[in-house]
């Protein structure tokens, strides 16, 4: 048996993290280009903005890339971030303790990712039906609850939370880090992980060995749907109002920052650093092309390109080796 | 559209015993693995040319280059005298070079009729000409003798049954040099008839023929001249006549095997399960019993309903009469989490579309059923993980460079052997395995029976479904015979000959075609 172990081997095992460096300094690139052009860029109150804004949509790619890898597509995540202001403003404005709004805040994602792995699961819906259905349907019933009207939250301490640092660091970001690390424990140190990469992988190979197929997809969108919620309870505090018609169009966001980050949509194929990193280069570029005077009609169009690139060099990495 | 069967593959005009096609240090690289060193050989016009080697010998990835589907890293190939770049697959073809290759590559989801006629529908019927398109099929099938319908989806019919409509396919466009990767994996004797008949006839026509395959009965039956691949490396051609099993296999692994079919004799203990007049789609009325250290063997032809009953069995598909019981009880297996539970595993039959997670890496195929085991609470033990995955992996000769390579870059024999391995570390009491050796080479398989005499040693059970009679002639204590759907004969441990077992899986079939005639 005289396998030899060519030095290919090795950078194909350490492919993502290869992959994960490469995003990290595209994005260490942009900020060192945006810093020497613009002179506002590299100031503490911009990079405090940049966080804040990404930190957001990355939290979303998160949730997304664990429905990505099962092989489906959460495409109602924007439309249950404004879902999800509306309620938590509702039960702040109701005198309810911020702590328990919050919490019942993301049951009522859980609740809407338990619907989605029903449908797919029970009804046999595509993911991508099930889950347009609800982006439009939830703004309805938002704009129902609502009137059409925006509701201000009256109550400081919760939105001086989004507003406040912790050791110079913007609270939204340290939320990433409390999302991001049991993410990354879970996807890649779990049992459940590896579920979710072999029903994506084969689902009827998973079944025969003994892996609970249903239970993952459940899983995988109620996981979206928790994020999704937690990021509607951020984007409450950071705005101040409840208003379903809010996050319109981030599901694209977070689904782009996913594919950025790596992660295949034929499932199978995805990791929890690379959205965040993809997150935050979207972020960037958005930034950057304000501080630039670009007209924000370039930046949906940089964004495009960006995406048609990166996917494209990362599948002809993988394909090289076939 | 009046073209008969016949003149679809006009007969190439070529003087036989002529070189046809010649190698000169043809070289695959893959990252990690050094497929094919460089191999200088020439095919005669006319002949069939077996090739032969281990798993991962390289077999595969030869016949990859010839037909365009991989880039060559080095070397030449000259095609009736001039020099072919052979890039793309359609280059190929157009030289008339064929190949049936090791996995169906053909649209599951398009009718028989479709798929034979894939990219050409337009130059051969116009639009909407579906009909036509499968009555013309259908004289094809039935030309060859192979008894199949046309009109159905093709991912209805059976793995074996697929080939046999990828080999029909291959013949129908005008076809000079046509390879054959392991067409009789998947079939029984009687299908496998059928196809040596169409091979011969092809021979008779002027065609080359490749014919890679681990049954060595096969390649003295077919094969003018045999090659023998070791490690990427040909390590020599054999006139067939001047040759010999044992030699083959002593240049194919550098050393002899004694006995392949390794058999231990337990006294049989309790019944593990037992199954009264269980019935399902594809079967009916099926009886019988599994008690520990015994391996009960079912044989019929492809369709007979024995991989119906076993997914059935193992809770995959509704039962709709009948009875299970387990260890004496009786239970109710609502799905395969259930039957997992109890103690069954089960290594299916098509390791393409149930036995693999194929873009994921070795080691987490191996480990997906035990990821229960080796995890506390939800967290995986990563030493647990490796140590698992490399046992087998050693255990059963996987070649593979590490076990983070993906399962589709290894060779179809070895990925084989991660459908059977992934059980073995399982502990269960039942094992089923559905035509495990498919496409393993002799000296695996002698391995892979002596894990089964491990197996019962422990006391489990074993049902063994193969399509190849000597494997479960030699290896079962109890066979039972299967015919359309029914357990027609009962046989013990090599009480009944070949002869007497082929007959009662054909026999109906026999009887209505005489009725026909
Ligand atoms: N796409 C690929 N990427 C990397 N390595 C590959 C790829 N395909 C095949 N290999 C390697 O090349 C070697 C030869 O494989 P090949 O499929 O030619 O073997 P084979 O002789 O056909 O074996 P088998 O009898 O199991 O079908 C194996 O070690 C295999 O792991
Ligand atoms: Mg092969």
Known sequence: ?322 | MTSTAQDLHPAPVLEPGRTILELRGLEKKYPGTHALKPVTLAFKSGEIHAIVGENGAGKSTLIKLLTGVMPRTSGEVIWEGNPAALATPHEAMALGINAVHQEVVLCRHLTVAANMFLGEENSRFGILQQRVMVKEAQKIIDDLGFDLPAHVMLGDLTIGQQQLIAAARATVRGTKFLIFDEPTAYLTRKEADQLFTLIRRLKSEGVTIIYISHRMEEVFELADRVSVLRDGTLVGTRNIAETNDAELVKLMINRSIEQVYHKEHFTPGAAIVETRNLSGKGFENVSMTVRAGEIVGLYGLIGAGRSEFVTTLYGRHRKSAGQILWEGKPVQVNSEHDAIRLGMALAPESRRDQGLCLNLPVGLNLNLPIYKRISKNLLISGAQEKAQADRQIADLRIKTPTRHALASSLSGGNQQKIVIGKWLAHGAKLFIFDEPTVGVDVGTKAEIYRLFGALLSKGAGIILISSYLPEVYELADTLHVFRRGKLVATHGFRTADHEEILTQALAEKQEKLGGKI
């Open chain 1, 1 to 322: 048996m005289s396998t030899e172990a060519i030095p290919a081997e090795k950078s194909k095992r350490n492919y993502n993290a290869l992959f994960g460096l490469t995003l990290l300094a595209l994005l260490v690139l942009l900020w060192v280009i945006l810093s020497l052009s613009t002179s506002s860029f590299a100031s503490a109150n911009n990079i405090s903005n940049l966080l804040r804004q990404g930190s957001m949509i990355a939290i979303l790619a998160v949730g997304q890339t664990f429905v990505i890898i099962t092989g489906g597509i959460d495409l109602s995540v924007g439309a249950v971030v404004g879902f999800a202001t509306v309620i938590a403003a509702m039960l702040i404005n109701a005198g309810i303790p911020v702590f328990l709004a919050i919490a019942i805040t993301l049951l009522v994602g859980v609740a809407i990712g338990l619907f989605h792995g029903f449908g797919i699961v029970k009804m046999g819906l595509p993911p991508f039906i099930i889950t347009l259905a609800t982006l439009t349907s939830l703004r309805g019933i938002g704009l129902l609850m609502t009137n059409g009207n925006s509701i201000s939250i009256n109550n400081d301490a919760f939105q001086e939370f989004s507003r406040n640092s912790f050791l110079g660091v913007p609270n939204l970001f340290w939320m990433v880090i409390l999302v991001g690390i049991p993410a990354y424990i879970f996807l890649h140190h779990s049992r459940w992980g590896r579920y979710l990469f072999s029903v994506g992988s084969n689902a009827e190979a998973s079944r025969l060995s003994g892996v609970n197929v249903q239970r993952t997809i459940y899983m995988a969108y109620t996981l979206s749907g928790l994020c999704a919620a937690f990021v509607g309870v951020l984007l409450a505090s950071r705005i101040g109002i409840g208003n379903p018609t809010q996050a319109e169009g981030w599901e694209l966001q977070a689904i782009a920052s996913s594919v950025i980050g790596g992660t295949s949509l034929f499932g199978a194929v995805g990791s929890v650093h690379g959205p965040l990193l993809g997150a935050f280069i979207l972020a960037t570029i958005n930034n950057g092309a304000n501080l630039l005077n670009v007209n924000a009609f370039w930046q949906r169009i940089i964004t495009g390109v960006l995406i048609i690139v990166i996917v494209y060099f990362d599948g002809l990495r993988r394909r090289g080796g076939k």
